[in-house]
């Protein structure tokens, strides 16, 4: 279990003679603000990362003294990026918009927007992190003023420099003070990541070591590659689930979270690639793609993402021996529903025998009770100059498969004339 440890600095305070206490309060607080980092797994901070890496909006839901603005200030200075926090709240719409100048010729000229001191100092650093703070405290017309920032970068006539990342955080309405749902169109514009804390790194942090936050390593190489993977994905289930592109939720309060769009579908194409590039682990990336377009979707896309990794069935027909097949039970299941299809698209007998061979060594590796239903599909597949292979006998302990394969024309004879064929014994 993790302990507070002292630092060696606090072993050995030391202070010149004759300070005050209020000088010797001050070197107190200095060793308290003493803090280490070290490297520790930490799935939400790496999606943090990784989305600060792909230049997307992050909003950080969670209760009060959960830990979200300690987080981005470690962040901040982990990426070694100055950090301007803009309390949302306390601000008119007018300083996210701009406030309107009068020049010397307004017809001629027209009145443009000035942007408030801090984007200006933002854009003169050219890079830098923007902690937009108690976002669900502010009313609606400062969140519809905060639309065009947060998508377009923009405050009045001045447009923010690609150095710079956005990072909101909020509080639940319900633990909000004096707390607004968030507007649908800002929502819908965030990659939403709900904080919350592990008692551990609390522990250890306090005893002054946090977790270090540092970008991805992005592989050169699987640049292309990922991008087309990212595509694929999205596009392949859109295009099956043509329902998932909009939905708007009916509830105000899910309105003000993640939920699927145009907009929202093109945050995960790029939170697909990014963390492929990178090696990301899958719960990096399901906290990324739910908190982009909804659990729901995002958990379907991630099920295609699953999917499009299978190995080729033609693959595995043609050397059914040595093949490798998923641990996951779902995969595995799918994997032997798409050999016994392939089969079922080109019937022959040498692909037949090979499909009851994989089917064996999926057995061998695996639950037995995943064949079943494939080697009922495949059972029926059987044409009637079809001798019934040997390696169905090794699946007698899972299913009566002999007896199924057998029998298999006459059932399909007996259908065909109108007879309800008994089931094999």
């Given at each position: 279990?993790?302990t507070?440890?002292?630092?060696?600095?606090?072993?050995?305070?030391?202070?010149?003679?004759?300070?005050?206490?209020?000088?010797?309060?001050?070197e107190?607080?200095?060793?308290?603000?003493?803090?280490?980092?070290?490297?520790?797994?930490?799935?939400?901070?790496?999606?943090?990362?990784?989305?600060?890496?792909?230049?997307?909006?992050?909003?950080l839901?969670?209760?009060?003294?959960?830990?979200?603005?300690?987080?981005?200030?470690?962040?901040?200075?982990?990426?070694?990026?100055?950090?301007?926090?803009?309390?949302?709240?306390?601000?008119?719409p007018?300083?996210?918009?701009?406030?309107?100048?009068v020049?010397?010729?307004?017809?001629?000229?027209?009145?443009?927007?000035?942007?408030?001191?801090?984007?200006?100092?933002?854009?003169?650093?050219?890079?830098?992190?923007?902690?937009?703070d108690?976002?669900?405290?502010?009313?609606?017309?400062?969140?519809?003023?905060?639309?065009?920032?947060?998508?377009?970068?923009?405050?009045?006539?001045?447009?923010?420099?690609?150095?710079?990342?956005?990072?909101?955080a909020?509080?639940?309405?319900?633990?909000?003070?004096?707390?607004?749902?968030?507007?649908?169109?800002?929502?819908?514009?965030?990659?939403?990541?709900?904080w919350?804390?592990?008692?551990?790194?609390?522990?250890?942090?306090?005893?002054?070591?946090?977790?270090?936050?540092?970008?991805?390593?992005?592989?050169?190489?699987?640049?292309?590659?990922?991008?087309?993977?990212?595509?694929?994905a999205?596009?392949?289930?859109?295009?099956?689930?043509?329902?998932?592109?909009?939905?708007?939720?009916?509830?105000?309060?899910?309105?003000g979270?993640?939920?699927?769009?145009?907009r929202?579908?093109?945050?995960?194409?790029r939170m697909?690639?990014?963390?492929?590039?990178?090696?990301?682990?899958?719960?990096?990336?399901?906290?990324?793609?739910?908190g982009?377009?909804?659990d729901?979707?995002?958990?379907?896309?991630?099920?295609?993402?699953?999917?499009?990794?299978?190995?080729?069935?033609?693959?595995?027909?043609?050397?059914?021996?040595?093949?490798?097949?998923?641990?996951?039970?779902?995969?595995?299941?799918?994997?032997?529903?798409?050999?016994?299809?392939?089969?079922?698209?080109?019937?022959?007998?040498?692909?037949?025998?090979?499909a009851?061979?994989?089917?064996?060594?999926?057995?061998?590796?695996?639950?037995?009770?995943?064949?079943?239903?494939?080697?009922?599909?495949?059972a029926?597949?059987?044409?009637?100059?079809?001798d019934v292979?040997?390696?169905i006998?090794?699946?007698?302990?899972?299913?009566?498969?002999?007896?199924?394969?057998?029998?298999?024309?006459?059932?399909?004879?007996?259908?065909?004339?109108?007879?309800?064929?008994?089931?094999?014994?």
């Amino acid at each position: 279990m993790p302990t507070c440890t002292p630092s060696d600095a606090a072993l050995a305070p030391s202070h010149p003679a004759g300070a005050s206490q209020l000088d010797v309060a001050g070197e107190l607080l200095t060793l308290l603000r003493d803090r280490t980092t070290e490297p520790r797994p930490d799935t939400q901070l790496e999606a943090l990362t990784l989305a600060v890496a792909a230049d997307l909006p992050v909003l950080l839901w969670g209760e009060p003294g959960i830990g979200k603005t300690a987080s981005l200030t470690q962040l901040a200075r982990a990426l070694d990026l100055p950090l301007t926090t803009v309390i949302a709240s306390v601000h008119e719409p007018s300083d996210f918009s701009g406030l309107p100048v009068v020049g010397a010729d307004p017809a001629e000229e027209g009145i443009p927007m000035a942007p408030p001191d801090w984007a200006v100092r933002l854009v003169r650093a050219g890079r830098g992190l923007l902690f937009l703070d108690e976002l669900s405290t502010a009313p609606p017309a400062v969140q519809a003023a905060l639309l065009r920032l947060v998508l377009e970068r923009r405050i009045g006539a001045l447009r923010l420099p690609p150095g710079v990342r956005i990072v909101a955080a909020a509080n639940p309405r319900s633990s909000a003070a004096d707390g607004w749902e968030l507007s649908a169109p800002l929502a819908n514009r965030f990659v939403h990541l709900h904080w919350v804390h592990d008692p551990e790194t609390v522990v250890r942090g306090l005893g002054g070591t946090w977790p270090r936050a540092t970008l991805p390593r992005l592989d050169p190489e699987k640049l292309p590659e990922a991008v087309d993977f990212a595509r694929r994905a999205v596009c392949g289930l859109l295009s099956a689930r043509p329902g998932l592109v909009h939905r708007l939720p009916g509830n105000e309060t899910r309105r003000g979270g993640a939920w699927p769009s145009p907009r929202s579908w093109e945050t995960a194409v790029r939170m697909v690639a990014f963390a492929t590039a990178a090696g990301s682990s899958r719960e990096v990336l399901s906290l990324l793609v739910r908190g982009a377009v909804g659990d729901g979707p995002g958990l379907e896309l991630m099920a295609s993402l699953d999917r499009m990794d299978l190995p080729n069935p033609e693959t595995l027909l043609a050397d059914p021996s040595g093949a490798l097949l998923p641990e996951r039970g779902d995969l595995r299941q799918a994997v032997l529903d798409g050999v016994v299809q392939a089969v079922r698209n080109r019937p022959d007998k040498s692909r037949w025998d090979a499909a009851w061979t994989l089917l064996v060594r999926a057995v061998e590796t695996g639950a037995p009770d995943l064949v079943v239903v494939p080697a009922n599909t495949l059972a029926a597949l059987r044409r009637d100059d079809w001798d019934v292979p040997e390696s169905i006998g090794r699946l007698a302990g899972a299913v009566t498969l002999s007896q199924r394969a057998d029998h298999a024309a006459e059932r399909a004879a007996q259908r065909a004339a109108g007879v309800t064929a008994r089931p094999g014994r």
